[in-house]
Structures are given as structure tokens and as C-alpha cells.
Nanobody, 117 residues
Framework: QVQLVESGGGLVQAGGSLRLSCAASRIPFSIAAMGWYRQAPGKQRELVALITSRGNTNYADSVKGRFTISGDNAKNTVYLQMNSLEPEDTAVYYC???????????WGKGTLVTVSS
């Protein structure tokens, strides 16, 4: 069974930093990309950042310059370094993996990030 295990969420004051990690295992196909999405209360889930297996990255405009995504292909692990956090970054952050076959995607259970003002 596919597993995406996230860690690193928590409570931080505005201006602070957090680092999220996600380790994927039992993925039946090659990974095309890994990324992070988030969902705030009452809002739709949105893309935060993603990184392809070739190292190309994409960020939401709201986090550019503050968040950095990185990955370790050998370990099927993706990281999200979040700096200069703002209360608006408060959300449940979900790890996502997209495989090369059929565009299938897998999701983690989510980790809560709370930024206090």
C-alpha cells in the first residue's frame, strides 16, 4: 500500500520558519513529481510548490521568495522549507506524489501548520 508520511508541522509565530518533510514508499511506478498543497479552513486546496524528478520547481505566487522545495530522488523524499511565515500560511499541508503512469496521484494525510500573529 502506498504511503506518504509527512512531518514537521506545528505552531510558529509570524516571521518564523518550519521545515516539512514527506517520505513516499511503496510507490508502484516511477515518480514524475512531488509537491505540497495546502487547504485553509473554508478554502479550496491549492498548490504550494512542486518539484519534478528532473529538479524543475514551481511555486504559488504567494510563497515565492519565502518557501523552498527540494527533493531526494533516491529516498523518494520531498522537503518544504518555509521562511517568513505569515498567518495566511495557516493550513493543513498535504504531500502529493504524481507518477509517470496514467498521471495517478497519491496524497498524504496532511500536517497542520499554524502561524500566530
Amino acid at each position: 500500500q502506498v504511503q506518504l508520511v509527512e512531518s514537521g508541522g506545528g505552531l510558529v509565530q509570524a516571521g518564523g520558519s518550519l521545515r516539512l518533510s514527506c517520505a513516499a514508499s511503496r510507490i508502484p511506478f516511477s515518480i514524475a513529481a512531488m509537491g505540497w498543497y495546502r487547504q485553509a479552513p473554508g478554502k479550496q486546496r491549492e498548490l504550494v510548490a512542486l518539484i519534478t524528478s528532473r529538479g524543475n520547481t514551481n511555486y504559488a505566487d504567494s510563497v515565492k521568495g519565502r518557501f523552498t522545495i527540494s527533493g531526494d530522488n533516491a529516498k523518494n523524499t520531498v522537503y518544504l522549507q518555509m521562511n517568513s511565515l505569515e498567518p495566511e500560511d495557516t493550513a493543513v499541508y498535504y504531500c502529493n506524489t504524481k507518477v509517470t503512469v496514467g498521471g495517478m496521484m497519491y496524497w498524504g494525510k496532511g500536517t497542520l501548520v499554524t502561524v500566530s500573529s
